[in-house]
């Protein structure tokens, strides 16, 4: 099993869609539906024995929960902020920009 790259918190952004967000959970391999997989294109369908990020994610017209392969993101280190409304009820913004989970979030 593959060490996950990214961690909890951290702004990552899609290698080949234009949309960013913050990591809020991760699957050490993929752990969503067949149905899910095989809709995705075969020749950019992600290996299933990898990382898979759960994200709150922007683009320019909206916010929305991602799943998205480790071979698909890219550290984001703009130092932007993200904007999506769920990322409060977990995360704290530091000074520097990152997000650090709440105490209360922990499990």
Known sequence: ?????????????????PFRGVVFDVDP????????LDAIPEPVRPDRKQPFYHLFAENSDSHYVAYVSEQNLIADDTGEPVE?????????ETDDGEYKLRPESLN
């Open 1 to 17: 099993m593959q060490e996950a790259k990214f961690s909890i918190g951290q702004v990552v952004r899609h290698k080949l869609f």
């Open 29 to 36: 391999e993929f752990s969503n539906t067949d149905e899910w």
């Open 84 to 92: 999506h409304p769920q990322i409060e009820l977990l995360f704290d």
